[in-house]
């Protein structure tokens, strides 16, 4: 009975495929861990002509500017999803990093008169030289005590910042950074911003797209379900996670130059745990073990702080229950669920509209 | 030849002693069966010589190199390969990934290279994947190769434990109770591609506790009992030694 009302064909049937379809257009497939050969797919040049198009569209300074911190937060949330999502450490000093990186690049910039281009690389340098030395001994720890460690790691980059004044601007932080800069191009407008950091960010994202189809994503892969699985085939536990952790802090580095220049300021407000506390969010929303997932975490969360801003008082409750609601429903991120469970719920809505008919 | 030798090896967990001066020996090319009752030592043993843990006295050689202390992803890099007991499988990969990460170490490729993906890291995976579903094969897996390695039976996380630990193309193989939980059928089939790992050259030693399936494949058996041993000779010896028979088979 039930089999043949399977096979009735009915026009909602349409509508649930349209749907699907359209669906598959936008959310990626569960990725690989190897390579398949290369082809372009709609879906990718959906995504490029969106990401190319939509200023354009949508013209307001006001759009480009909270865009230009999305893309920013997105380069942060992917390089820790590199080490989150992948290879399963929690790190709870995301932010020193990208503090670093914006450091090295105020000070190269407005004191030693070094171009921001080469400005760039070397904050991601600097960030990934302190990532290895801060690692090395802290990365023996697991779950709670390395979320500790970060955590103490980013509070004595704080206070390291806030009481050396002749280096970092103290309190008051470093003013006059110059815009970012190619061969004369000044990137001055949002617009310019935008097209700069997002095309960074694509950059990123394909580099670490090759990494986690390559020996080195399985490794992680390996570490993060089973340590000791990982080192009986001869997997460097201890040299991948500190891999990792540096290839999440030159990430963090980068992010913070293109901050630096871009908002031609750095002050330690924006580096405290705020910060590493919204970056982790950004992941666990987009889902673990998924690349797309944190950006649109980032996206998602940078327009929801914007969008509370106007109310201040009741922000932080508001946030709270948003969080909680999305962490009930979406317990392993938007970008790895959001394809099962739509389609759970359109195959659910089918059942029990006929169930309701045979009952009847 | 002695391939692997363990000498006089001691160790204690919080004063019990759960290894007291073993000494064993395993010949290139053989099967050797390791038995004993629950909480005799045998897979303290295993991780002492996979590097898990550290002995507190004594030594491990593998191919007349001095093994104990090293860490265990550079015994494994040496040709020491191992299952567990409670299985390690990665579920978070598909079957074939797993395979893939068996050949960890066989494989072009660092985190710069890899991210760039140069044209040897294209070549070198392209290899490896070949091979990957070619041991997929020999195991029986190849149908299953696109699944999530949590979707898989028991019987079939346990070949494929085996197909990881093969992937890395170890010398030496420790199999820690393969065969545990599994069905007759099943357990019968795993002996036959000991039979033939054995034949293509690989040493392995085993720690079971199906007695048919160990005195069928194994040159050799070494009975351990809260942490000494017992017995050691070929398997109809062993079998019918008073003590092993007293202390294993029939504990009244």
């Known amino acids: 009975m039930v089999d043949q009302v399977h096979k009735e064909f009915r026009k909602r049937d349409l509508l649930y495929s349209g749907a699907l379809w359209l669906l598959s257009l936008i959310i990626p497939d569960p990725q690989l861990h190897y390579r398949r050969e290369y082809q372009l797919r ?30 920013i937060h997105g380069i942060l949330a992917l390089g820790l999803t590199l080490f989150l999502g992948y290879a399963g450490q929690i790190s709870l000093g995301h932010a020193a990093f990208f503090g670093i990186g914006s450091y090295t690049t105020a000070i190269l910039t407005t004191r030693y008169d070094i171009s921001s281009f080469l400005a760039f690389w070397a904050s991601g340098l600097t960030a990934s030289f302190f990532a290895y030395l801060i690692g090395r001994p802290i990365l023996k720890l697991k779950g709670y005590f390395l979320a500790l460690a970060t955590l103490g790691f980013g509070e004595i980059f704080l206070v390291l910042v806030r009481e050396s004044p002749h280096l970092t601007g103290g309190v008051i932080g470093i003013f006059d950074i110059p815009f970012f800069s190619i061969a004369g191009f000044i990137f001055d407008t949002y617009l310019r911003q935008y097209y700069l950091i997002w095309g960074v960010l694509i950059g990123l994202v394909l580099f670490s797209k090759n990494l986690i189809r390559s020996k080195m994503g399985r490794a992680f892969l390996a570490v993060a379900a089973s340590e000791d699985g990982a080192s009986a085939v001869g997997i460097d536990v201890n040299g991948i996670k500190l891999g990792v952790f540096v290839m999440g802090a030159a990430f963090a580095g980068l992010a913070g130059s293109l901050f630096a220049s871009v908002m031609s300021t750095a002050n330690p407000d924006i580096f405290s745990l705020n910060l590493s506390v919204l970056i982790v969010m950004m992941v666990i929303l987009g889902g673990m073990g998924n690349l797309y997932g944190p950006i649109a975490g980032a996206v998602f969360l940078t327009w929801l702080i914007d969008g509370l801003s106007r109310y201040q008082e009741y922000s932080l409750p508001i946030y709270g229950v948003i969080l909680i609601l999305l962490l009930i429903f979406f317990p392993d991120g938007i970008g790895t669920r959001l394809r099962v469970r739509l389609i759970y719920l359109i195959s659910y809505w089918g059942r029990k509209r006929r169930r309701e008919k045979v009952e009847l | 030849m002695i391939f692997l030798s363990v000498e006089e090896i001691v160790k204690n967990y919080d004063g019990v002693g759960a290894l ?39 030594r491990i050689r593998f191919k007349e190199r001095e093994i104990t202390g090293l860490r265990s992803h550079e015994i494994s890099r040496l040709g020491v390969g191992r299952t567990f007991q409670t299985l390690q499988v990665w579920g978070n990969m ?95 089939q795993l002996a036959e591609t000991f039979s033939r790992l054995k034949e293509s050259g690989f040493t392995l030693l085993l720690i079971e506790h199906h007695m048919g399936m160990v005195m069928e494949i194994a040159d050799e058996v070494a009975v351990l009992n809260n942490g000494e041993l017992l017995a050691e000779g070929p398997p109809d010896v062993v079998k019918n030694d008073p003590g092993v028979i007293e202390a294993y088979m029939i504990r009244k």
């Open chain 1, 42 to 71: 709609r879906r990718d040049l959906f995504y490029l002509l969106t990401i190319l198009l939509l200023p354009l569209i949508w013209n307001d300074a006001h759009f480009h500017h909270l865009m230009v911190l999305a893309g």
């Open chain 2, 20 to 58: 007291n001066r073993i000494s064993l020996q395993v010949r290139k090319g053989t099967v050797k069966g390791l038995m004993g009752p629950n909480g005799a030592g045998k897979s303290t043993l295993f991780h002492l010589i996979s590097g898990m843990e550290r002995p507190d006295s004594g």
């Open chain 2, 94 to 188: 598909t079957v074939v990934e797993n395979v893939l990460t068996g050949m960890h170490t066989r494989i072009k490729g660092d985190l710069l290279s890899s991210g760039l993906y140069l044209p040897w890291i294209k070549k070198s995976e392209e290899t490896a994947m070949k091979e990957a579903k070619e041991i997929l094969e020999r195991l029986g897996l190849f149908g299953r190769w696109k699944w999530f390695a949590s979707q898989l039976s028991y019987g079939e996380q346990r070949r494929l434990e085996i197909a990881r630990a093969l992937a890395a193309k170890p010398e030496l193989l420790l199999l820690d109770e393969p065969a545990a939980g599994l069905t007759y059928p099943e357990a019968k």
